[in-house]
């Protein structure tokens, strides 16, 4: 059972660059997350999604887009890489909207040079 | 407001100590959910527990034990004769009335040291 898979692991993006994460999960949960975590600071919640065709904003959401055309992906845009978007993001998924156990991804580790 | 607090940011002890990471949480709505999740080295994140409000029993798991305090606002983590795999960060989470997310705190670093 793959649960949430991430792609890529690493990535380092040139300032002004674009690049989408892809996030796929196989458990048919309705709800998925984008999370960006910084040194010191915790998850910060960019996007969410309560199902296909739904998305919403979570605390950090400038300069990312998402979309959820499927139950099983929520691929996360970065249009214009800039240095602050340096972090490892964590994509998520939970059966229900947050009082479920999530389960997570392995993390893409994301640098902006 | 709703808020997670874990005032521990890095702990450090010896092999076989016993330890405990405190979590207290701020919420006025009564119906709320408590969350563990581990953060090893490897990276990922591990769910260990989930607490509703309604049900303040201590959980034992092995050598993991969480003591929910409803009068002190509190959701501790005790982790019983550490083992270097226990290193890692540990972080508490709440969920709370009709919120869609979760609330996370900032996590405590726990590195235990043969």
């Known amino acids: 059972n793959a649960g949430v898979t991430q792609t890529p692991k690493f990535r380092i993006l040139k300032i002004g660059q674009s690049m989408t994460l892809q996030c796929t999960q196989d458990?048919?949960?309705?709800?998925m997350y984008w999370y960006r975590q910084d040194p010191g600071m915790g998850l910060k919640l960019i996007y969410y999604?309560?199902?296909?065709?739904?998305?919403d904003k979570g605390e950090v959401p400038n300069g990312y887009n998402v979309s959820r055309s499927t139950t099983e992906d929520f691929p996360l845009r970065l249009e214009l890489a800039a240095p602050s978007q340096t972090s490892v993001y964590f994509c998520?998924?939970?059966?229900?909207?947050?009082?479920?156990?999530?389960?997570f991804g392995q993390g893409t580790r994301l640098t902006v040079v | 407001a709703q808020k997670v607090t874990q005032a521990q940011t890095e702990i450090s002890v010896v092999e076989k100590e016993d330890v405990t990471l405190d979590c207290v949480y701020e919420?006025?709505?009564?119906?709320?959910?408590l969350f563990w999740y581990k953060q090893p080295p490897s990276g990922e994140l591990v769910f260990l527990i989930r607490?509703?409000?309604?049900d303040e029993q201590n959980e034992i798991s092995g050598r993991y034990s969480w003591n929910f305090q409803k009068s002190t606002s509190s959701f501790n983590f005790t982790i019983t004769a550490s083992q270097v795999v226990d290193s890692a960060v540990y972080f508490c989470?709440?969920?709370?009335?009709?919120?869609?997310?979760?609330?996370w705190g900032l996590g405590t670093s726990l590195a235990v040291n043969p």
């Open positions: 998520a998924s939970s059966y229900g909207q947050g009082n479920t156990e999530a389960f």
């Open positions: 458990m048919n949960h309705n709800y």
């Open positions: 999604s309560v199902g296909a065709g739904i998305t």
């Open positions: 919420t006025r709505d009564t119906t709320y959910y």
């Open positions: 607490r509703n409000s309604f």
């Open positions: 989470a709440l969920h709370a009335g009709n919120n869609r997310k979760l609330i």
